[in-house]
């Protein structure tokens, strides 16, 4: 295996780090042989015979002390075998000799990272911000969160994984670090704000927000009741209130929250997410005229919004408008692409005008979503952590 991977190496390095040697004062005899030497070096690596192709590079250098290529090829076969001392050698002086060689840097960075040497950061940050390889910056990005998480400095790692998440946000790779980083991070200043400010507002508001997470809206609601007694102006509040308020029903659940959201109003002004909650308390009222009207004051606000989408899909539905309806759910779809509800009640809008192929396929989709979250919620329970409640849930209701 170390074989293979070295010839791979090599020519990943030999073919798309090096343009060819620049001009020098040399001999047309002595530059045959140079060609000749690494032509013969490249054939032995096809032949996964490293030692002939050793003494193939090193004779290159005999010839020519600042052939970065031969030397640089000599680092990767040594790193590629383990010998980590030996290719730190070679590619720091196949760098000196070549400062441009943005691969030959990375690959020295990740070798002095690995041997613990200091110079490894100045190297693998520089790799990182002029790779134009996708590949190689995302391996040299995660080498530098790891030199970064291992000296304790989550500061700096915290934007390079920001950037890896961007660069690519499905690898599992880089996922777990980030959440591992954002999970410490979230304890950490948790931590900070039980010891600096236990009383405070935004203490009781967290803990309301950790209840609501768990299920327990009874409790939540106390809590976020606390945290307006200490700061009645507190910004996000009344509407997280409301919010519980509506969710866990009863007679007066309306009247209550429809408070909490007048107030929310007078000190924060409109935003998408309160008509939204005024729109879903009309819904339940059967005024369906309102439903539309807030819903449609909530996308004005915030046009890209899938909570407002879905709303308005659902409505006209409700008002026996499926076409107008297929819009804004098909908006829905595109902003929140794993949304149960909203896949299902784009399936039953497509029914209702006659799209069998459409309709079957969000109702499969609707199925392969469904089963995807369930799969995540019992591996949270794998891990002793509440899913959020209904996470794999369709609200079916007309």
């Known amino acids: 295996m170390k074989r293979s991977f070295s010839f791979l190496v090599?020519?990943?390095?030999?073919?798309?780090?090096?343009?060819?040697?620049?001009?020098e004062t040399r001999s047309v005899s002595k530059t045959a042989e140079i060609h000749s030497r690494m032509a013969s070096a490249e054939a032995s690596l096809?032949?996964?015979?490293?030692?002939?192709?050793?003494r193939e590079f090193r004779a290159v250098l005999a010839l020519d002390p600042e052939n970065a290529e031969a030397r640089a090829d000599l680092g990767v076969m040594a790193f590629a075998r383990g010998d980590l001392k030996s290719a730190s050698a070679d590619l720091a002086l196949a760098l000196r000799s070549r400062p441009s060689l943005t691969k030959v840097e990375a690959l020295l960075g990740i070798c002095q990272r690995r041997l613990g040497d200091g110079a490894a950061e100045s190297h693998l940050r520089k790799a990182f911000a002029e790779s134009q390889d996708p590949k190689l910056r995302l391996q040299v990005g995660m080498e530098l969160v790891g030199l970064y998480y291992g000296q304790g400095n989550r500061d700096r790692a915290l934007p390079v994984v920001g950037r890896l998440v961007e660069m690519d946000p499905d690898n599992p790779d880089?996922?777990?670090?980030?959440?591992?980083?954002?999970?410490?991070?979230?304890?950490?200043?948790?931590?900070?704000?039980?010891?600096?400010?236990?009383?405070?507002?935004?203490?009781?508001?967290?803990?309301?927000?950790?209840?609501?997470?768990?299920?327990?809206?009874?409790?939540?609601?106390?809590?976020?009741?606390?945290?307006?007694e200490i700061d009645p102006r507190l910004p996000g509040v009344h509407y997280e209130l409301a919010e519980a308020i509506l969710e866990s029903g009863g007679s007066n659940a309306r009247a209550a929250a429809?408070?909490?959201?007048?107030?929310?109003r007078k000190t924060e002004?409109?935003?998408?997410?309160?008509?939204?909650?005024?729109?879903?308390?009309?819904?339940?009222?059967?005024?369906?005229?309102?439903?539309?009207d807030h819903y449609g004051k909530a996308l004005k606000l915030n046009p890209s919004d899938p909570e407002?989408?879905?709303?308005?899909?659902?409505?006209?539905?409700?008002?026996?408008?499926?076409?107008?309806?297929?819009?804004?759910?098909?908006?829905?779809?595109?902003?929140?692409?794993?949304?149960?509800?909203?896949?299902?009640?784009?399936?039953?809008?497509?029914?209702?005008?006659?799209?069998?192929?459409?309709?079957?396929?969000?109702?499969?989709?609707?199925?392969?979503?469904?089963?995807?979250k369930l799969n995540v919620q019992h591996l949270y329970q794998e891990m002793h952590k509440q899913a959020r409640p209904g996470e794999a849930a369709i609200d079916e209701q007309p």
């Open 174 to 228: 880089v996922l777990y670090t980030a959440q591992r980083l954002y999970n410490e991070l979230a304890d950490d200043t948790l931590n900070k704000l039980a010891l600096l400010a236990p009383n405070s507002a935004r203490m009781q508001q967290t803990i309301a927000e950790r209840l609501i997470n768990s299920g327990d809206l009874p409790s939540a609601i106390v809590h976020y009741r606390k945290a307006l």
């Open 269 to 292: 002004g409109d935003n998408a997410k309160l008509e939204c909650l005024l729109a879903s308390i009309a819904v339940e009222e059967g005024d369906l005229a309102q439903a539309d």
């Open 308 to 372: 407002a989408q879905l709303g308005r899909g659902r409505v006209l539905i409700m008002m026996d408008k499926p076409e107008e309806a297929r819009h804004y759910l098909e908006q829905a779809v595109e902003s929140d692409p794993l949304n149960l509800t909203a896949h299902y009640r784009l399936a039953g809008a497509d029914k209702r005008l006659g799209l069998e192929e459409e309709a079957q396929k969000q109702t499969r989709l609707t199925e392969e979503i469904r089963r995807a």
């Open 46 to 54: 096809r032949r996964n015979d490293q030692d002939g192709a050793a």
């Open 10 to 23: 090599v020519l990943w390095l030999s073919t798309a780090a090096f343009s060819q040697q620049p001009p």
């Open 258 to 264: 429809q408070q909490e959201i007048d107030q929310a």
